[in-house]
């Protein structure tokens, strides 16, 4: 009578051990990949690296493609799309995986320079949904990239190496904090107090105004070649000062910043650049500003999706239409998951695990569904069939109690845009948009296996 129950499973009890060490050696890949791409720009350059050491190769539209091909598509190098081209004609639908390259940040505003007794600070504002307060008294590094009037690119990743220094944002001592302990949460730090202390020396030798601004500046003038006015065509972004590590006596959790949504990034990368020649053409869709709305030309609402898909159709001699309405999406995003010190926000029957497999999310969005893709009962069966049949162990989860909240993914945009059936399903984790995000190394490999087997499909 088991059968007629719905049970997951804790998969350090189910999975063998050969098993368990392979998804221990996928995740120290893994962390490498979280270490170096800590912005959108470094994410898809890290893709692209490893996606063209597996052979993908730019694509040519001139080029006709044939089954087997491998080819990418670099959108102002903050969104990707890779595909590999099926047996099946195109028509017959595509199978996609689609996953965020953004994550929650303090950006360096336009013009953010400036000195205050002495002291040089960087003025931020803060990038998608954060705590304020969690980003205070914590090493922070500089990435990003600046343009100057002759077009020239100065890439800038400073407080990444033991050598470099780093950065910070200080806050009230404990015994000066009476006052500022009685806000509530979410102005216990206000967002312009979240100014970066990058100096607090003056020039030596200088008079006039300002003097330790202009030792910043003289100092990024002679290793960058910039000036103050090159901050106007600049991104540069605020992230933590450390690398992705290890957590537990077992060693079983991945501790890093940007895991929403890199963890679904890298094991959809992994997915696709494992398959040689699917029945199904497979995509691998990396979009940016979802942390915002997923708005701009490099986000999920841009046309820069449906015109590859447009130009691939037509080079297979396919119908657009035809081939979206057939077409299956896996939204790839992280979830909330069980959090045993705060359950009073989560419905437990209804929400993920750590250590229990991929996450199922047949809806997100906010109290009463506001802002979600519904999924089919349809597309969840078959879903729920080729995971079975791949051996993927799967859970069900969803953002929070009814009205607790929520969340929200690009998969409304996927479903409504293209009219693309589409599901989401994530790695469940623990503190997501703090600056140390947290999962479960087994389910980042299970994620891996999820995408791979959905890409496999017959």
């Known amino acids: 009578m088991d059968n007629l129950l719905f049970k997951t499973h804790d998969l350090s009890q189910i999975l063998d051990e050969k098993e368990i060490a392979t998804a221990d050696a996928y995740c120290e890949h893994y962390k490498a990949f979280l270490s170096a791409a800590k912005t959108e720009r470094e994410t898809v350059s890290q893709a692209i690296e490893r996606a063209e050491a597996q052979g993908f190769s730019i694509y040519d539209s001139d080029k006709a493609l044939k089954p087997g091909d491998k080819i990418y598509y670099n959108n102002r190098g903050k969104a990707l799309i890779l595909a590999v081209i099926g047996t099946e004609p195109i028509s017959s639908g595509i199978s996609i995986v689609a996953a965020h ?3 929650p940040r303090l950006d360096i505003k336009v013009n953010p320079l400036y000195e205050n007794h002495n002291l040089a600070y960087f003025d931020t504002h803060y990038y998608g949904g954060i705590k304020k307060y969690q980003w205070t008294a914590l090493p922070l590094a500089l990435h990003g990239v600046v343009v100057s009037k002759d077009g020239v690119t100065h890439h800038i990743n400073i407080g990444e190496d033991p050598t470099d220094p780093i950065f910070c944002i200080t806050d009230l001592l404990p015994h000066l904090a009476e006052e500022q302990m009685k806000r509530t949460g979410a102005v216990v730090v206000k967002g312009e107090d979240l100014d970066v202390l990058v100096g607090s020396r003056s020039l030596k030798g200088a008079t006039g105004d300002e003097l330790t601004k202009l030792n910043i500046l003289k100092i990024l003038n002679e290793k960058y070649g910039i000036t103050e006015s090159d901050f106007v065509s600049a991104e540069l972004e605020i992230v933590p000062a450390f690398p992705a ?3 537990g006596f077992d060693r079983s959790l991945v501790g890093a910043y940007g895991q929403d949504d890199r963890v679904c990034t890298y094991t959809a990368l992994t997915a696709i650049l494992s398959i040689n020649q699917p029945s199904f053409t497979a995509l691998t869709i ?15 609402q841009s046309s820069f999706i449906r015109d590859f898909i447009e130009d691939i159709t037509e080079n297979l001699h396919g119908n657009i239409r ?4 057939n077409t299956f999406c896996l939204s790839a995003d992280v979830i909330a998951t069980y959090d045993p010190i705060y359950p009073e926000v989560t419905d437990y ?11 199922l999310s047949k809806y997100r969005g906010l109290r009463g569904k506001v802002e979600t893709n519904d999924t089919s009962a349809e597309f969840m069966a078959m879903v729920r069939s080729i995971f ?9 989860g969803e953002g929070g109690k009814v009205d607790a909240g929520g969340g929200k993914t690009i998969a409304k945009f996927i479903a409504a845009n293209l009219n693309v059936e589409t599901l989401d399903v994530g790695v ?3 503190s997501m948009h703090a600056p140390l995000e947290v999962v479960s190394k087994l389910d980042v490999y299970m994620a891996h296996r999820a995408y791979s087997a959905f890409f496999e499909r017959a």
């Open 101 to 103: 390259t953004d994550s």
């Open 245 to 247: 590590r290890d957590i």
């Open 286 to 300: 990396l979009t940016d500003k979802e942390e915002v709305g997923s708005t701009g030309n490099t986000g999920a």
């Open 322 to 325: 035809r081939v979206l309405s």
């Open 349 to 359: 029957r209804n929400t993920a695990v750590l250590n229990r497999g991929v996450v």
């Open 388 to 396: 079975d049949e791949g051996n993927v162990n799967w859970q069900i």
């Open 428 to 430: 469940p984790i623990l």
